[in-house]
Structure formats: C-alpha cells, structure tokens
C-alpha cells in the first residue's frame, strides 16, 4: 500500500473550511487523474452526483466511463466490479446506503473477500466499497445501520472508517491505492462537518491500519472510530470537570487493527472505554476489549467497558437518540471504571 | 401472537400446487407495443360510470394527500415524503382492484394506494414521520409494510399467495414496484418463483421514468419492462399509466387471472413522475422542466375530467363536491399531524423478541433510568 498516491496532486491551493463530503469527493477526484484505471460505478453517482454529491461533477469531469450511473442493483454493481478489477481496472463502487448494501454481501463474501486467497495470491481485487453508514441524521428505516462488525468478521477485507476532513481523503486515496479489497464507511453524520483543509496540500497519510491519538491524557483511554470520534472528544472535555483526563484514539480502521497505538495507550492509562454506535452484542466492542484484555491485562485497573447501541434494530428517527451513545453514557462508563467502589 | 393463532394456522394442510405445463407458444405472452387506454377511446363508453366517478374522486382526493405530505415536510412534521403526484392513477387502481381478503406489497411510494385501500392516512405516515416503522398491523389490512429496500418485497407477495394457495384460500397478491427496482436480482427471482409456482400474484411496475436520476434507458435495454415477463413465462401487460380507467381494467384482469388458478400477470404501467424523488432531492440536476410540462397535458386527473365532463357525468358542482371532500381529508391530516405523536422511548425494547432476552431487559432498565433521571434533573427532553 503506498502512501505516495495521498500526497499526488498539484499543490497551489490554501486552506479553507471543507465538508468530508467535498473532501472525499477530491479523494475520488485525484485517484481518478492520478490513475486511469480508477472507475467510479453505483446508483446516482454521475448525473447527480450522489445522493450525498460525494461523486458531484466527475461523470462531467472523466465521462459516463469512468463514473457510470448502473442500473439499480447492488449485487450486480460489485459483481461487476469484480469482473473489471479482474480485467485490471480499479473499480470504486458506491452504495447508496448502509442497508442497500446487503443485496451486494454474497459478491462481497464469497468473492471479493477471497479472490486473491482462493487465487493463491495470482488475482488480488483492488476494490473500494463506499458504504455511507450510521445513523443520527434522522432517516427513516434502513438508512441508519452500522454494518462495520459484518465486515470486520470477514477475513480478506478491510474496514476503514475516517472521522474527520483530512482522513476522508487521506484514507480514501489510500483505499483506492490499495490492492487489498477495502470497505469504506463514510460516516453519514459526519458529511457536513467542517475542517480548514487544503485539498492541493493534504496532510500525509499514514497507511491504513495505523490508529492516531486524538486526545492525550492519563487517567483512561476512550477508543473509538468514526461517527464516536466527536462524541468522545467531547465527553473528554466534560469529563475534566470530575478530573478525568482521559485520552481518545481514533482507529480509523478496524480491519487491520492497529494494536500497537492501542495497548500502548491503555497501558499508560490504566482504564479503557469502548464506544461505537452499533449494537454492542457481537459487536466491534467484544473483540476490542478482548485484544485489550490479552494485552494490557496486567495493566488493567478495571475491565474495559463498552459504550454502545443497544442491541435493537435501528428505531425510528423519533427514537433514535435514546439508542445512539452520547456523551452521558461515555462519561457514566468513566465514571464505572471506578472499579474498586463498584465491586 | 403465536404462530399457532394466526388464522387459519390450525386447519392448514399443505396441498402441492397445480402441475406446471410449459408453454409452447410465447405470443399470448408478448405485450402489446402501445400501451393500452381507454380514456378517449370508443372503449370508454362501455366501463361503469359509478366505476368512472369513484376512481375520479380518489384521484382528486389522492393528490390532495400528496400535496399535503408534501407541505407537512415543509413544517418538519415529516422526514421525508417521496410524492405519488402524476401517479395517482396507478395507486388508486391498484387499491380499488383488490378484495378485501386479498393483499397489497406497497413500495415507499406506494402511501397513496395504502391510504385508497382504507388504511388511516395518518397510520400511513409513520414510517415517513418517523415515530414507527409501520403504524398498522399489516395482517389487519391486509397490507405489508411500506418497502424501503427496492424490490425485496416482491418475493414476499409470491410467497404469501403461494401459501394462501397451498391452503385453498382465494387470495391474490398485487405488488408494487418502481421501474429502478425491476434492476434488482430479487425482482427477477420473485417473477421465476411466480411463474414456476404458478402464484395468485400481480406485479405493477410503475414505471415513471426515473430511478432517482437515473432515467429508464440506463435502467434498462429492453423494448419495455412488460417485456421482461416473456422470459419467466408470464404474460406482460403495457398499461397507459395515467388513465385510470385503464390501470384498473388491465389490473382486474391480472387479478381475475390469478384467482383463477392461470398465475402470475406483470404489468408495467407508463407513467411520469412529476416532482422530484423526494423532498429532499433536486430535480432540476437531471432533467428539465419541459418534460414535466409535457406530461402536464396528459395528467391523470384531466383525463378522467375530461371524459366524465364530456359525456355529462361530472359537471361544476360535481368537482367542487369532490374537491371539498379532498379538502376536508386534507383539514383532518393536517390537525392529526400537527399534533406531537406520543412516544415512549421503552418501546425501543418492546418488539425485538417475543419475550425479552435479559440483555434486553437490562438495557432497558438502563435507559429508563437515564430517562427517570433526565426528568428529575428537569432536563429538557430532546437534547
Ligand atoms: C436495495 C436498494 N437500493 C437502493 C435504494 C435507494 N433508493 C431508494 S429509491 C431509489 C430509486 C427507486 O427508483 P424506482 O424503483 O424507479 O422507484 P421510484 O422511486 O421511481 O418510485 C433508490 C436507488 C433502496 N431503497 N434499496
């Protein structure tokens, strides 16, 4: 995987504020200068732009061609991207939604997970799989699941989740770059948040499977990726207040995991949160904590705890923010890594 | 409910369906080219006039809806509304066609035909409000829930009339599905399954033209979606969509059809979509207005105006009777709907399992005493 293609481009441009919208949509720009092999294919995503205008103005800019508007039909659309990464192409698919991505997991499973393991390593995919996932912006059922623990039980895949404007991009070209499958959840919730970012000068990107630290601090560590970034960023700023000093890590992705940054951060705290929006049972949280556990067990001054959705199907937009974890119930879980009073 | 009470459970035995004959000859099977009308055809004068005034008052009263939902999501007391406007002919006919025991599979779209079939409009709206996901027992109306995943509800109506068979029940299936939506495997497995079994079912595909963006010639290479149904076995039927009288003379045949044991029937019905996807899409990115504006003069409600106007069954007074009941319906949705649906967040927990696991349970707990504590610190609800 190179890092080479995230810093490509042309440099003239200064920061200015951007949407991780825009930014992925640059992502999706320069991988397709930089590269013509890179195709772009999915429902909406030429005329329109994408539902969410990810992909505005590249049918325009690369042709009908490079960004092809499909016919309605997820497991065709991957199915087909198999066929054209096994030609040589490097296809960037688009799901609509997060639950409109199901009809596509038999290609998804049986096939793009495992070409280059079935192959004896003679065919890698090099296929990006945007999902817009996660819930919080109000949308009615099937719009709003978390599929991440799906994907991540799939060996041959990686899960990559950005959360904020610079990793957009960043881990997008890298994804694209990338001759490994990638699954790329792009947090809905997060499409309009803004950062001062200069797409002609983007920060380097590290290689996917890195962790950053977000946040440092001393007393816990909060992990978390994606849509949770902010809510824990923010419950670490309230929880100075009951002088918690807690440092945050991002994951940025979850297939590779990066349990390095992890375990070196739990061992400096001592105390671990998990918080994910998705159900908790079977979730991303269970296999954290456990790789945390057989790491740091010595370490550890209370279980690692996890924050998540409740094991439901996603409710109604009405109901959805008593399902989505907020920043009470990451500081209660703070509060339970008290683990002395509590047992 | 227990699967042993549904009605029926107790006296079902299974018969195997009725021997499956390939056919020979495809022709019977080949739509007509044209779309087939009545509107403004000598064929008008021979349909009902009670039929032709009935399906003329739904119509109005079904774009009245539309305009409704549409203004309620203005105020925020809806998420979304994907508006049926210009496709009323399809929705009303598609109601009107079917026997109270019979069943309807709405798409998202669909609200109107549910609404046409006696569902509450406010009931409805729930999915689009967003306080349920399905504000009515489908059994009770004999609807299944409004469909958001394109298609995947097509094999259930082939499933259900299947078993409604099987038990010596005479019921038949319609169900809806947009042009888009026939792109989708499911669709193409629930017309096999259909055809194979032999299933009391009606496929209505609207097609309006668009799927999202996507106009109908990237959807599809074939000379019509009636087309498709050669392949499977099944007759197609191409239907002028906008002429109700029409929608509902070829659907009552596929209906008729299927009760009769011949199987399945699909039916595309021509139409035109003529406000954007949803309220929250921008039209104006794929096509212009002169399209819409051409359909404008071909707009269901005229039609049948203009027939029922022409042969002296409908006069002024006649419309402005039909237009106050539109309106009165619109008054009350709009007051239902103006009114903050009760919620009780410990519903969240109430309908994943019959009977709660105890991780359930003990999420449960955990949120009410978030909410307990929430109302005691006196913080206002919805942060
Ligand atoms: C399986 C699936 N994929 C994608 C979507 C997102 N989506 C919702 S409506 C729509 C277009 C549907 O077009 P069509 O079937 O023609 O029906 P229409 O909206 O025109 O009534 C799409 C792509 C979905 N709901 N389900």
């Known amino acids: 995987m190179s890092t080479a293609a995230a810093t490509a481009g042309v440099r003239t441009g200064r920061a200015r504020p951007a949407t991780m919208a825009q930014a992925l949509g640059r992502a999706l720009r320069d991988s397709m200068a930089a590269d013509p092999t890179v195709h772009v294919l999915g429902e909406d995503v030429g005329t329109l732009g994408g539902v969410f205008r990810v992909t505005d103005g590249l049918a325009k800019e690369f042709g009908d061609d490079r960004c092809t508007d499909t016919p309605l039909a997820e497991a065709g659309i991957l199915g087909a991207a198999v066929g054209m990464a096994m030609y040589g192409l490097r296809p960037v698919v688009e799901m609509q939604f997060d639950a409109f991505a199901y009809p596509a997991f038999e290609q998804l499973i049986s096939h793009v997970a495992k070409m280059r393991n079935r192959t004896a390593g003679a065919m890698p995919l090099p296929i990006t799989v945007r999902v817009p996932y996660g819930g919080g912006i109000g949308g009615v059922e099937h719009h709003s699941d978390s599929s991440e623990a799906y994907y991540m039980a799939t060996p041959g895949l990686h899960v ?29 919730r997060l499409y309009w948040s803004k950062a001062d970012w200069s797409p002609d000068a983007p920060a380097p990107v590290e290689p996917i499977g890195r962790a950053v630290v977000r946040r440092p601090g001393r007393s816990a560590t909060l992990i978390t990726y994606g849509p949770s970034l902010p809510v824990c960023l923010e419950a670490a700023e309230a929880a100075t207040a009951e002088g918690w000093d807690l440092e945050v890590v991002d994951l940025r992705s979850l297939v590779p995991f990066d349990d390095e940054t992890v375990a070196a951060s739990v061992r400096r705290t001592g105390r671990a949160v998990v918080v994910h929006e998705s159900s908790g049972f079977g979730g991303p949280g269970g296999e954290i904590a456990a790789r945390v556990t057989e790491r740091c067990f010595h370490h550890l001054e209370a279980p690692v705890l996890r924050v998540a959705g409740f094991d439901i199907p996603y409710p109604p937009p009405m109901q959805e923010r008593h399902h989505l974890p907020g920043v009470d119930r990451v500081l209660d879980a703070v509060a339970r890594l008290q683990w002395e009073a509590e047992s | 409910m227990t699967v042993q009470e549904l009605p029926g459970a107790a006296a079902y035995r299974p018969t195997p369906p009725p021997a499956w004959k390939p056919l020979t000859d495809p022709a019977p099977l080949l739509p007509d080219p044209e779309p087939f009308r009545v509107l403004g055809t000598d064929a008008a004068a021979g349909v009902d006039p009670e039929l032709l005034l009935r399906l003329y008052a739904e119509l109005v009263r079904g774009r009245r809806y539309n305009a409704q939902a549409t203004a309620l999501t203005k105020q925020g007391r809806l998420a979304v509304y994907p508006s049926s406007t210009g496709q009323e002919a399809c929705e009303i006919a598609a109601a009107l066609v079917l026997e109270d025991r019979d069943w309807l599979f709405p798409s998202y779209r669909d609200t109107l035909a549910a609404v046409a079939r006696g569902l509450d409009p406010v009931e409805a709206l729930t999915l689009l409000r967003g306080d349920r996901h399905t504000g009515y027992d489908p059994r009770e109306h004999r609807i299944a829930p ?20 099987l038990k010596g029940d005479d019921v038949v299936a319609l169900a809806m599905v947009g042009d888009g939506g026939t792109s989708e495997g499911d669709f193409h497995e629930a017309l096999n399954f259909a055809a194979v079994w032999r299933a009391p079912v009606v496929f209505l595909v609207q097609n309006n033209g668009f799927a999202i963006s996507v106009p109908l010639a990237k959807q599809t290479a074939a000379p019509s979606l009636a087309h498709k149904a050669v392949g499977y076995g099944m007759p197609g039927r191409l239907v002028d969509g906008n002429d109700a009288a029409a929608v509902h003379q070829v659907l009552s045949e596929a209906v008729a059809r299927a009760r009769r044991g011949e199987g399945p029937t699909l039916v595309e019905a021509v139409t035109y979509r003529m406000e954007a996807h949803t309220n929250a899409d921008d039209a104006t990115r794929y096509r212009g207005d002169g399209d819409v504006e051409a359909w404008r003069a071909h707009d269901p ?48 927990f109430a309908h994943v399992y019959e009977e709660q696991t105890g991780q359930l349970r003990e999420q449960a707990a955990r949120l009410r005493g978030e909410l307990e504590a929430e109302q005691e610190s006196g913080a206002e609800e919805g942060r």
């Open chain 1, 160 to 188: 990559v989740m950005p959360a904020t404007v610079e990793d957009a991009y960043g881990l997008l070209r890298e994804s694209i770059a990338s001759d490994d499958p990638v699954v790329f959840l792009e947090p809905k």
């Open chain 2, 301 to 348: 409600i005229r039609l049948l105006e203009r027939e029922l106007t022409g042969r002296g069954l409908l006069d002024e007074d006649g419309i402005g009777t039909v237009r106050e009941a539109a309106e009165r319906m619109a008054e009350g949705l709009r007051e239902q709907m103006n009114a903050d649906p009760v919620l009780d967040p410990m519903d969240l």
């Open chain 2, 146 to 165: 409004l469909c958001t995943p394109l298609a995947t509800q097509l094999p259930h109506a082939v499933g259900l009339a299947h078993a409604a068979r």
